[in-house]
């Protein structure tokens, strides 16, 4: 059978350390993304989204590689998990990317060209 | 062809299939996987893969049949351009419930639900599925969805189009939208399931020598139609999901009275749907794969390129979606990317068309009723995908959009592509599935009525479109009306084709000839063990040691004795190489 | 959350959890050996998170798409969140995946006892966090700010920030609906594992488990800041 070289019979068990590591981490990333929050960005408010999305980011990192293992996983499960982000990227993406597109207006005045040359309800 | 004439066809030449009675009567193994237990128990509670195909087939099958009355009916009605028969209230609940039953109760689970769950295990060389128990349930759970749909017909029927769009759907359609909602929501996640369970089964239990390039083309097929399945059916629950919560507790999330966007809820959808409509039509292709190699004797033409595309169709397939969204108010940007990478996905089901063609290209062609439906597979699909060319283009959609255009050409490609290729594999499979053989005569005239009679229902369709018929409207202007008598002249034909199998093929279950381990001597593993198969479908796990498709040496009809190791008799039909 | 589809997902999730062996022996029948069982409930539930990550991506669009056009009122409707409450319930959750992630070690190194402890110790947490959600939902039900019919606003912008709550409530709803059905089955788990079933050879179910645990745990690390900390700002500044 197809197996990865990754024998499931002898587990690989993480040490204590690093567990309680990845602990501390994300409780400090949390007071982190708390504090960014709050504080006054002044001219650069827009800047709180995206700082609060590359944080939860590097949460969710680390959840995925050490709690959830895919450090110590099969090359596959990287694979999936990489084309389940990229998949959601393509929604999001092209999702809003109509909606953005929506405020860009043509040039009125090739418009106003084509319409006065021809109006479609005349042709009909 | 002209070396074909050169080397007519003997009589011994034949597959023996066409004989009266089979040489391999008395073949049938003792014990096989419908003999081992008895009893509707035996049935509701078994999770080996092989019965499971068979309960899909029969609910499935009831859900096509359902289906096709709503389509008799629409097409009785526009046989007079007054709407006469059924008031437009009625009209509407008939087309969704016809479009709902077909396309999510019938076509997407057809092939992979039936076929994929019988053959994957076996053409892979395992004795089941990844996950029985995941597997019934999938069949529960498509059951439990199916039961919610059909109490929605109880409670009134729905008249939102199987499409549900918003804000219709959401605020004003006074119809059984939530209970079809869930039904369709709930049966989605029998789908992810089967899918999860193809993935994983081809990844983890091939059998020793059943690399990834001698994989059965099938396999593939299967294989990308799952990711769709994965990737994309949660995005159309959840969308179905919000329409279901905005109805029932009036959160507005589409409701454009509180500044939302009704069209969002289109891209939801048609992220799921365009996909699905390869999911419709990947295992077809696969079907085809299967059966032109074997009907032309040939080794496959291009298998590293078929299977290829139909992992591109998969991902670029994920890209298009906006295209059924044209006039909805889109931006215009966002179409004209669209309208682009539209164009890009009918390359790789063009490479597929390519290597078929190339495959029957000198190779030793027979007529048998599998190999006439993957003809029929193969015009009528190209028409389907050329037709959605003409969509794709931004300019001429304004004009064709949401006419009979639109209705022609999904049916030439769910119809004539999917179904036709579904049907390939009844026949082609029938006699692995049962141990018998079904009437050639009767299977080939049943494939041509079916042949004439779509063609008669949906060609016309193509002219009223572009005449500018709409679609779902049950009265129109007199001139259309010949073209309206052709098509539901051609369905009554199509009917007929559809019902005279379900006689034979039920005749053929008790006095069809047997059929023995391999009719068409065909290659690839399923052929390899007894019809109908041991409970673990070999006797021993297989071990894979050729390319697939090899059609150039002797294939047998028979198993050898167990433990003879005798010397396979050859075949009396040994191809020509 | 609908009361119709609670028990439908319900079965969903039972249905996902990898196939249970028979108490008659771990291995299955139509798997070779250990290792290609367990290879192939990781990746079954791998994929399956693959299509929980789309499906919360279905409606996390629908989040983007509307941020983007109603980002003042969006932000309005934020600040009427308590920020406490949800920083709390954030810190309460990676309490949950720690000990999550424990009782799978502990899984493997064969102690039951611990593996029991921190079973029900995931599961206390994960309680405490539908409490506290329960004491927010009752505060925005007294406030009015359940979407609906009976949604009450005063204020500018008062459809949209309507529209933010449906969000609000359907996004922590479900992820919520999420929480309820892992701490159900984990209540499963603490009997098989109080009777002896996990072990050194065999704990791939925990395994799983807790793979789908801090799955729902990163789910909320993005909910936390795209509906809390978002108005925080609006609410510290003004
Ligand atoms: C391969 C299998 C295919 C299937 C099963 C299929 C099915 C469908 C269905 C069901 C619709 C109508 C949906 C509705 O409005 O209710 C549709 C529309 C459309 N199809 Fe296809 N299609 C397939 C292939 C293609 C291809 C290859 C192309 C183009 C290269 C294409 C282009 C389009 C376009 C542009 C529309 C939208 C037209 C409009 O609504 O104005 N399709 N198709
Ligand atoms: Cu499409």
Redesign the interface.
């Not at chain 1, 059978?1 to 990865?4: E, L, R, V």
């Not at chain 1, 990754?6 to 019979?9: E, G, K, N």
């Not at chain 1, 929050?37 to 960005?41: K, M, N, V």
């Not at chain 1, 092209?94 to 929506?102: E, S």
């Given at each position: 059978?197809?197996?990865?070289a990754?024998?499931?019979?002898s587990?690989h068990?993480?040490p204590?350390s690093v567990?309680?590591t990845i602990?501390a981490l994300?409780?400090v990333f949390?007071v982190l993304?708390?504090w960014v929050?709050?504080?006054?960005?002044g001219p650069y408010?827009w800047l709180?989204?995206p700082l609060?999305?590359l944080?939860?980011s590097v949460?969710?990192t680390l959840?995925?590689l050490?709690?959830?293992h895919v450090k110590y996983?099969?090359r596959?499960?990287w694979v999936?998990?990489v084309?389940?982000?990229a998949?959601?990227a393509?929604?999001?993406g092209?999702?809003?990317?109509?909606?953005?597109?929506?405020t860009?207006e043509?040039d009125p005045h090739a418009w106003q060209a084509s319409a006065d040359g021809a109006d479609f309800r005349q042709l009909g | 062809m002209s070396d074909r004439a050169a080397t007519p066809k003997t009589a011994s030449e034949r597959p023996p299939t066409r004989r009266r009675r089979s040489r391999y009567e008395g073949d049938v193994p003792r014990e096989h996987y419908l003999n081992v237990a008895y009893g509707l128990k035996s049935w509701l509670f078994t999770i080996d893969h092989k019965r499971i195909a068979i309960l899909y087939l029969l609910s499935i099958t009831a859900f096509f049949a359902l289906g096709g009355l709503m389509a008799v009916f629409i097409r009785l009605e526009l046989l007079t351009p007054a709407g006469d028969l059924m008031t437009s209230e009625i009209y509407n609940r008939v087309f969704t419930l016809h479009g709902v039953l077909m396309v999510f109760f019938f076509l997407i689970p057809s092939i992979p639900a039936v076929f994929g769950n019988f053959f994957l295990p076996m053409m892979v060389g395992a004795k089941d599925m990844a996950f029985p128990r995941l597997n019934l349930a999938s069949w529960y759970i498509y059951s439990l969805g199916g039961v919610f749909t059909l109490a929605a017909i109880v409670a009134g029927g729905v008249d939102t189009g199987w499409t549900f769009y918003t804000p219709y759907s959401s605020t004003y359609s006074n119809s059984a939208v939530a209970l079809t909602a869930i039904g369709v929501f709930i049966n989605g996640f029998s789908s992810i399931f089967t899918g999860l369970n193809f993935i994983v089964t081809i990844h983890k239990m091939r059998a020793p020598g059943m690399t990834w390039m001698r994989l059965p083309l099938f396999v593939w097929a299967n294989y990308a139609a799952a990711l769709i399945m994965i990737l994309g059916t949660p995005v159309v629950a959840m969308a179905i999901f919000l329409v279901a919560v905005e109805r029932l507790f009036g959160v507005g999330i589409f409701d454009p009275a509180l500044g939302g966007d009704p069209i969002l809820y289109q891209h939801l959808f048609w992220f799921y749907s365009h996909p699905a409509v390869y999911i419709m039509i990947l295992p077809s292709m696969g079907v085809m794969s299967e059966v032109i190699a074997c009907f032309s004797r040939k080794r496959i033409f291009g298998y590293g390129f078929i299977a290829a595309s139909s992992l591109a169709i998969a991902t670029v397939g994920f890209l298009v979606w906006g295209h059924h969204m044209f006039v909805s108010g889109q931006s215009i940007y966002a179409s004209m990317v669209f309208s682009v990478l539209t164009m890009l996905v009918a390359v790789p089901s063009a490479v597929k068309v390519f290597n078929w063609l190339a495959t029957l290209w000198r190779g030793s062609i027979s007529f048998e009723t599998p190999m006439l439906y993957a003809f029929g597979f193969l015009g009528l699909f190209t028409v389907g995908g050329l037709t959605g060319l003409y969509l794709g283009t931004l300019a001429t959609d304004v004009h064709l959009h949401d006419t009979y255009f639109i209705v022609a050409h999904f049916h030439y490609i769910m119809v004539g592509g999917a179904v036709m290729g579904y049907l390939a594999a009844v026949h082609f499979w029938w006699p692995k599935m049962t141990g018998r053989m079904y009437s050639e005569w009767w299977g080939r005239l049943s494939a041509g009525l079916l042949f004439i009679g779509f063609n008669l229902t949906f060609f016309p369709q193509f002219l009223m479109g572009y005449m500018g018929m709409p679609r779902r409207y049950h009265f129109y202007p007199e001139e259309w009306q010949v073209l309206n008598v052709l098509s539901t002249a051609g369905a009554s034909i199509l009917g007929l084709g559809y019902l005279i199998p379900i006689i034979y093929l039920t005749y053929s279950l008790r006095y069809g000839p047997i059929a023995g381990p391999n009719p068409w001597r065909a290659t690839g593993l399923e052929w390899t063990t007894a019809s109908p198969p041991p409970q673990h479908n070999f006797e021993q796990t297989p071990v894979v040691t050729e390319e697939p498709y090899d059609y150039s040496k002797p294939i047998v009809n028979d198993l050898p004795a167990p433990g003879a190791g005798a010397e396979p008799k050859p075949s009396p039909a040994a191809p020509r190489s | 959350m609908s009361q119709q589809h609670g028990p439908v997902t319900a079965a969903v999730m039972t249905g996902t959890m990898p196939d249970m062996p028979d108490h008659d022996g771990p291995l299955q029948h139509h798997f070779d050996d250990m290792a290609q069982q367990n290879e192939s409930s990781a990746l079954g539930m791998w994929l399956f998170l693959l299509t929980e990550l789309m499906f919360f991506g279905g409606v996390m669009t629908a989040y983007a798409v509307y941020r983007y056009l109603f980002n003042a009122a969006f932000a309005e409707g934020a600040s009427h969140l308590d920020v406490r409450l949800g920083t709390t319930n954030t810190i309460i959750l990676i309490f949950s995946s720690l000990t999550m992630a424990l009782a799978v070690r502990a899984a493997q190194m064969d102690k039951r006892k611990l593996l029991v402890g921190l079973l029900i110790a995931t599961m206390l947490f994960g309680g405490a966090f539908l409490v506290i959600k329960g004491i927010e939902y009752a505060h925005k039900w007294e406030a009015g700010h359940v979407p609906g019919a009976y949604f009450h606003y005063e204020g500018p912008l008062a459809n949209h920030v309507h529209l933010f709550f449906s969000f609000y409530f359907t996004m922590t709803g479900i992820h919520a609906l999420h929480m309820v059905l892992g701490i159900g089955w984990m209540a499963w788990l603490v009997l098989r594992s109080a009777r002896g079933d996990f072990g050194v050879g065999y704990y791939a179910p925990i395994e799983m488990t807790g793979l789908y645990w801090h799955f729902v745990d990163i789910v909320w690390i993005f909910l936390f800041p795209l509906l809390y900390l978002f108005g925080a700002g609006a609410a510290a500044g003004h």
């Open positions: 059978m197809s197996h990865d990754h024998a499931a019979d587990p068990i993480v204590l567990y309680l602990f994300l409780m949390t993304t708390v929050a709050l504080i006054d960005l408010g709180h989204t609060a999305l944080i939860a949460k969710a959840v995925v050490w709690f959830m996983g099969s596959l499960v999936f998990v084309a389940g982000l998949w959601l393509l929604l999001v092209i999702t809003v990317g109509d909606y953005v597109g929506r860009w043509p | - | -």
